[in-house]
């Protein structure tokens, strides 16, 4: 005595790739939502006077992993304008670019030289003492660590 299925599970059974293949389309697609939601700001105590100095890099993270040994960071300073330039300074050179700080002090937009390409930073931390900024999209992931000179 074998036990007969119903017919409409039976139909079902016939289409289990196309159900596998949407079934692993619909979890690729929550995973890419999920991590494209960026969770790092902190609008705590962000004052737009507090950009405005030079900057010495104290940590520089790439995918969240901690760059250490890389000498074109050891010396790396950033001095922000108040008239929308900003510099990256080197021991031994000096690269100028536009940069602006949008009004609730959340982002800082980059625009460089060469490319005029405005590029979008995310403001994480900002305070008297220290200045943390960076990017986080699904490819790619890096965070300046910055304190006073």
């Known amino acids: 005595m074998s036990k007969q299925q119903h017919p409409y599970i039976e139909k079902l059974l016939r289409f289990r790739i196309i159900m596998l293949i949407g079934f692993l389309f619909l979890l690729f697609l929550f995973i890419g939502i999920f991590f494209s939601i960026d969770t790092g700001h902190n609008y705590t105590d962000k004052n737009k006077e507090n950009f405005y100095q030079t900057w010495k890099v104290l940590r520089y993270y790439q995918n969240g992993k901690l760059v250490v040994n890389d000498g074109k960071f050891q010396n790396l300073r950033i001095k922000i304008n108040h008239d929308s330039t900003a510099e990256w300074i080197r021991p031994n050179s000096t690269q100028k670019f536009q940069t602006w700080i949008n009004e609730d002090a ?13 590029e979008v930073d995310y403001v994480y931390e900002i305070r008297p003492n220290r200045l943390r900024f960076g990017k986080r999209n699904v490819m790619t992931h890096y965070e300046y660590v910055l304190v006073p000179e």
Do not use: F, M
């Not at 800082?108 to 490319?115: G, L, N, T, W, Y």
């Open 106 to 118: 959340s982002e800082i937009v980059k625009v460089d030289p060469e490319s005029n390409i405005p």
